[in-house]
């Protein structure tokens, strides 16, 4: 590389420096600090650190050049010192930044596993739990709750003095860039659920009677290998939670309030986040809840009634458990019959899922639809302007939640991935691609 290449380089990695703490001041790593070194060298250190992080967003193929050089010091005596001090500020101060648009720890970590290394999340969860204990309780909603998830139980931190420290410094430049673009997550208000598959809706009984039933048979669907067996558990489940839902609905009406709407997200792991997606959706739809997908994220947001979310809940849970057990079977199957890789390929596996929550959407639907009309004409008239004025609810939460949402679509590309997920789903007659809200 060339002098003025090199020139035109440090150039613009100041300039990308200096652009980066201007649009974050809270987040701007502090000058100067004790046992950091000089000012003039915290800033090199900072600049390097923004250049790193940014290297791929920004179209640059230098991003190994400049870990390698925060990893060996930047040249400097107690240089490794002064890498580990600023990655930390810059990783905490991406993390401030972070909570203060709508996420949690726990989100962020999850986030930060998925679109870059476990390692880094680690890193995250760690320089934070450091910064929130030398700080003590700020009572940011989050904080207590640094080391309660799975994707954090091993927390590190970064060692100068360790032989891994590269990797660590990779790690944490990793943290950074996917901390650096995560977007606004809207506001939940007290509900801010964080768990794989679903969290608990707000307001929902664990000792309820009729969801102990209904995760029995739910529990009954997932462990039996017989699809028609396995279907008339998750019938009378539906059934079950359809009925409950709505004597909770007709017991609760008070026309001098509105009705309470929660919401909460729903985190799925890769791969085929989308199609998962989808299955959310079609599950909340029969549930009279709406769901937000954020696919780039990961993350659906599933509006409606403390108890409809706890049934979008069980009913997601189980059909994941189900959809990939399925699968596994097929790809088994396959492999003892010497056939081609088929059901262990991406395209069948996301056809299968495609498949699998479009019949799982129309079989719920009907199911709801059947229980609805069997509790009106028990129930009287006084039920449907109740279910009318609780849609209109979730609409309007929707609505301020994710205002210019827009309907996608999904569609299968390998036939027999979605004839097998048909078969799955043990249903008949059914289109091709329900829609799904994403933002």
Known sequence: MGTKNRERRRAKQARQAKRHQEQDPRGRAREGTAGSGSEGDGRQVDRLIAAAAHARCDGRDDEAELIAELAGGC??????????????????????????????????????????????????????????????PTGRPGEQRIFDDDAVQRPRDLDPGSAGFAADVAAAVAAIGVLAHLPRLADLGGDRGAGDGASRAPGASGDDPVLARVRALLAKAESTEFAEEADAFMAKAQELMTRHSLDRALLEQDPATAPVVVAHRIWLDDPYVQAKSLLVSVVAESSRCRAVAQAELGVVTVVGHPDDCEIVELLVTSLLVQATRHIAALARRGVAAGAPAGARSPSFRRSFLVAFASRIGTRLEQASRAATQDAAAELGAALLPVLARREDAVDDAVGKLFPGTVRSSLAATNQAGWIAGRAAADLADLAVGPSLRAT
Do not use: I, Y
């Open 75 to 136: 040249g400097r005596r107690g240089g490794r010192q002064l890498v580990a001090d600023r990655l930390r500020l810059f990783v905490t101060s991406q993390a401030t930044a972070v909570l203060a648009r709508g996420w949690t720890l726990d989100e962020a970590c999850r986030v930060v596993r998925r679109k870059a290394t476990a390692s880094a999340a680690d890193l995250l969860a760690a320089a934070v739990g450091a910064a929130s204990a030398a700080a003590g």
